[in-house]
């Protein structure tokens, strides 16, 4: 495990502190998890965009034409 030493603005390390306090969690796992949340979200979005650069309309029609031609049940309306 890493220690890191970071500067926030006052009111930012006041929020976090509230935020970490309401969920029960010190704010150093507080902040820990802000930090994984981020980056999963940048990890995915660049998974996604990794993704669609590979694909071409003929993959997509191909794909498409293997969904059945079937009348949506009434739920999924």
Do not use: C, G
């Amino acid at each position: 495990m890493s220690a890191l030493s970071i500067r926030l603005p006052d009111s930012l390390h006041k929020m976090a502190q509230a935020i970490a306090r309401q969920d029960q969690v010190s704010l150093n796992q507080f902040v820990a998890s802000a930090v994984a949340e981020k980056v999963s979200a940048l990890a995915t979005e660049q998974y996604l965009n990794e993704r669609a650069s590979r694909a071409t309309v003929e993959k997509f029609k191909t794909a498409l034409a293997q969904v059945p031609d079937v009348e949506a049940p009434a739920f999924d309306r």
